[in-house]
C-alpha cells in the first residue's frame, strides 16, 4: 500500500480497503506514518465520509492499538452509558450508582472536560480522595464488590485513538460524524461492556447542534458496535440550555447528591430515570418495569447508598453526602440579576460554557489545570417568568475582579421578553437498533 494512493483515494471519494485502513492506523502508531499524512487523510474523510465496511474497519484498528479489558470474570450483565457532552451535565455522577443499586453492573471509563463541555472525572475528582485513576485490577475489583466503577480511559486503551484525537483537535476534524462514532465504539467496545446507552445532546451547548446530525451519530454508533456485539440504544436529549442549575465540578456533584436524595432540578431527575430505565432494559427488563424498578431506587436512597459505597471504595469522604461543605469552595458569590421583568425567551449555553472555562471550571487544552469550586447556578429555565431584580444566577469564583467580569458577560446570556414561550422538550428522541 502507498500511504499516498490511500490518502488520495479518500480524497477524491473512493473507499479505502479495510485492511488498508488498518495497516494505515498501524503504521501511524508505530511511527511509520506521519502526523501530516494522517492529518490530511482525517479531513478526506470529513469531506467524503465512511462508509460501513470503512468504518468498522477504522474502529477495529483503534481498538487493536491496544490493550481490551476483560470483565468475563464478573457474572452480572454489564452496562454502560456515554454522553456527547453538554452544560452542567453531571448525569453520570448519578445515575451509575443508581443503575449498579438496580442489579446491574456499571464499567464506567470517563473522560475529562475539554472546551465548553464538562467532564464526568473532574467533577467526580472534586470529591476529597476520590480516585479515578485506578488500575485495571482495582476497576474489576471494585466492580465485583459494588457493582459500579469510574474511572479514567487508560493509556494503554485505545492509544491509536488518543493520539489521533489530539490532531482532530487542531485540524479542524472533530466534528465529522463517523470519525466521533468510531472514537466513541472503540473505546466502549475495549471496555467489554455488553450493552451500551447513548446521551446524544443536542442544542447550542452541545457538539451536535441539531436533531439530524445527532440521530446520524447515534445510529452511526449504534450500527458500528452492533458488528462487536456490543448492544446499543440512544436517547436525543436537550441541551439547548444548561442541564439541572449548577455548572461547575464541586456545584455539579452537590446537585448531583441532591438528585440521589430526591431533591434535585426535575429536568435532570427526569434524564437520570429515562437513561436508567433504558440501561435496565437493555439487561433484560421490560420497559415499563424498568421505569418504576429506577423510580424506587432513587426514591428509597438505595441509589445514594450505592453513591456513598463507591466513593468510599476509590477513596474518597463519603461524608460529602451529609455536608456539603467538604466539597471545595468558592471564596465568592457574586449575583447576576435582572434588568427588566419577562419571560426567559432563549440561553446563550455555549457562551455560558466557555464563560465557565474563563472562570477556571473547564480546560481550553487537556494540560489545563482547573479550580474545582468555581461555576455558575443558573435559576432560570427557558419559558419561566423573570421579575426585574431576580437573581437569573450566581457566579462562584475565588477571584472577585473575575467573578464581576464573568457575571457582566453572564447577564448576556440571558435573552428575555414579552412572548409567552414553552420549553423546550427535554427527551427529543429514542433510538433503537
Excluded at 463541555?117 to 470529591?127: E, F, H, P, R, V
Excluded at 446520524?216 to 452492533?226: C, Y
Aim: hydrophobic share 40%; net charge neutral; glycine share 10%.
Amino acid at each position: 500500500m502507498r500511504i499516498y494512493d490511500f490518502i488520495r483515494g479518500k480524497k477524491e471519494g473512493e473507499t479505502n480497503h479495510p485492511e488498508d485502513i488498518k495497516r494505515f492506523v498501524r503504521g501511524y502508531v508505530e511511527g511509520k506514518v506521519a502526523d501530516y499524512q494522517m492529518s490530511a487523510w482525517l479531513m478526506a474523510v470529513c469531506f467524503n465520509g465512511l462508509g460501513d465496511e470503512e468504518l468498522a474497519a477504522y474502529t477495529e484498528a483503534l481498538i487493536d492499538s491496544g490493550e481490551r479489558f476483560d470483565l468475563s470474570g464478573i457474572r452480572c450483565i454489564k452496562i454502560d452509558k456515554h454522553s456527547t457532552g453538554g452544560v452542567g451535565d453531571k448525569v453520570s455522577v448519578a445515575l451509575a450508582p443508581l443503575v449498579a443499586a438496580c442489579g446491574v453492573t456499571v464499567p464506567m471509563v470517563s473522560g475529562r472536560g475539554l472546551g465548553h463541555t464538562g467532564g464526568t472525572l473532574d467533577k467526580l475528582a472534586s470529591i476529597p480522595g476520590f480516585r479515578t485513576d485506578l488500575s485495571t485490577e482495582e476497576f474489576k475489583q471494585n466492580l465485583a464488590n459494588a457493582g459500579v466503577a469510574m474511572m479514567g480511559q487508560s493509556v494503554r486503551m485505545c492509544p491509536a485513538d488518543g493520539a489521533i484525537y489530539c490532531l482532530r483537535d487542531v485540524t479542524c476534524t472533530v466534528e465529522s460524524i463517523p470519525l466521533i462514532a468510531a472514537s466513541i465504539s472503540a473505546k466502549k467496545i475495549a471496555e467489554d461492556a455488553q450493552g451500551l446507552v447513548l446521551d446524544v445532546k443536542v442544542g447550542d451547548g452541545a457538539f451536535m447542534k441539531n436533531e439530524r446530525d445527532a440521530e446520524g451519530l447515534a445510529r452511526k454508533i449504534i450500527s458500528v458496535t452492533k458488528r462487536f456485539d456490543l448492544r446499543t440504544k440512544a436517547v436525543l436529549s436537550d441541551m439547548s440550555q444548561p442541564l439541572g442549575k449548577a455548572v461547575g465540578n464541586a456545584l455539579e456533584v452537590e446537585e448531583a447528591v441532591l438528585c440521589l436524595k430526591g431533591e434535585g432540578p426535575p429536568d435532570l431527575r427526569e434524564l437520570v430515570l429515562t437513561l436508567a430505565a433504558r440501561m435496565l432494559s437493555l439487561a433484560g427488563r421490560k420497559q415499563g418495569d424498568a421505569r418504576k424498578e429506577t423510580e424506587d431506587a432513587l426514591d428509597s436512597g438505595k441509589g445514594l447508598n450505592k453513591f456513598i459505597e463507591m466513593v468510599r471504595l476509590q477513596g474518597g469522604n463519603p461524608a460529602v453526602v451529609e455536608d456539603y461543605k467538604l466539597l471545595p469552595r468558592a471564596e465568592f458569590k457574586i449575583p447576576v440579576t435582572a434588568e427588566k421583568e419577562g419571560v426567559f425567551q432563549k440561553i446563550d449555553t455555549y457562551k455560558i460554557g466557555m464563560l465557565a472555562v474563563e472562570l477556571g471550571a473547564g480546560r481550553r487544552r487537556k494540560e489545563d489545570s482547573i479550580d474545582p469550586a468555581v461555576g455558575f447556578k443558573i435559576n432560570k429555565k427557558i419559558g419561566d417568568e423573570v421579575e426585574k431584580g431576580e437573581p437569573l444566577a450566581y457566579v462562584y469564583a475565588n477571584d472577585e475582579t473575575l467573578g464581576q467580569r464573568i457575571a457582566r458577560e453572564l447577564k448576556g446570556c440571558f435573552e428575555t421578553g414579552d412572548e409567552a414561550v414553552l420549553p423546550p422538550p427535554l427527551i427529543i428522541k429514542k433510538i433503537s437498533p
